[in-house]
Nanobody, 127 residues
Framework: QLQLVESGGAFVQPGGSLRLSCAASGFTGFTLDHYAIGWFRQAPGKEREGVSCISGSGGITDYAESVKGRFTISRDNGKNTVYLRMNSLKPEDTAVYYC?????????????????WGQGTQVTVSS
């Protein structure tokens, strides 16, 4: 079982930027490079949606259409951390953002395949 801790959420004005971090820890000898990481978000009254994901090696990434060109996912396996850089933020990006992990060679924006989840970090975009 992995422990995932998100950070970096904040209140920001439209057009602003944030960088979210997802720090992973686990059993002795654990390395994050065997795990795909996904970022998901859930706004009040809405279903959880996939935002972005990255494979263990970092060679495969995917983005929801709503964030393409604005968000960038990256990872530093040496630090067991995955990042989500969010630029040109819009009010509709307001949500609790979660990271999730699963042992998988690729990655997916579907939440059902992930079996390790963080507690989430709040992002609020408002003027």
């Amino acid at each position: 079982q992995l422990q995932l801790v998100e950070s970096g959420g904040a209140f920001v004005q439209p057009g602003g930027s944030l960088r979210l971090s997802c720090a992973a820890s686990g059993f002795t000898g654990f390395t994050l490079d065997h795990y795909a990481i996904g970022w998901f978000r859930q706004a009040p009254g809405k279903e959880r949606e996939g935002v972005s994901c990255i494979s263990g090696s970092g060679g495969i990434t995917d983005y929801a259409e709503s964030v393409k060109g604005r968000f960038t996912i990256s990872r530093d396996n040496g630090k067991n951390t995955v990042y989500l850089r969010m630029n040109s933020l819009k009010p509709e990006d307001t949500a609790v953002y979660y990271c999730a992990a699963v042992r998988f060679w690729s990655c997916s924006l579907r939440s059902g395949g992930y079996d390790n989840w963080g507690q989430g970090t709040q992002v609020t975009v408002s003027s």
